[in-house]
């Protein structure tokens, strides 16, 4: 069994910062990507940014320059520091990662509960 938890979500103010860490546990051999993708009300998932187990890094348009996303190996743990949060990145942020739970298994895409974020003053 693997689980991907999130935590650290909550109300902030316009132009404020968040971190959200994620923390994978189970059965776990080996995580390959991680990546943050984020839905707001009405509208469809989307990545916000993803990182390689190399440490290599993709952000969308909407977030460079604001957001970070970085990995700790070791612990099987994803972050993503958000900062001058604007309204529009009000949304439930879903933790995602490919995971392979022993040396037979494939690669296996797994997800997060998801944690609200709302920016509002």
């Known amino acids: 069994q693997v689980q991907l938890v999130e935590s650290g979500g909550g109300l902030v103010q316009p132009g404020g910062s968040l971190g959200l860490p994620c923390a994978a546990s189970?059965?776990?051999?080996?995580?390959?990507?991680m990546g943050w993708y984020r839905q707001a009300p009405g509208k469809q998932r989307e990545l916000v940014a993803v990182?390689?187990?190399?440490?290599?890094?993709y952000y969308a348009d909407s977030v460079k320059g604001g957001f970070t996303i970085s990995r700790d190996n070791p612990k099987n743990m994803v972050y993503l520091q958000m900062n001058s949060l604007k309204p529009e990145d009000t949304a439930v942020y879903y933790c995602?990662?490919?995971?392979?739970?022993?040396?037979?298994?494939?690669?296996?895409?797994?997800w997060g509960q998801g944690t609200q974020v709302t920016v509002s003053s």
């Open positions: 995602n990662a490919a995971i392979r739970r022993d040396v037979s298994d494939y690669y296996n895409e797994y």
């Open positions: 189970g059965s776990i051999f080996s995580i390959n990507a």
């Open positions: 990182i390689t187990r190399s440490g290599s890094t």
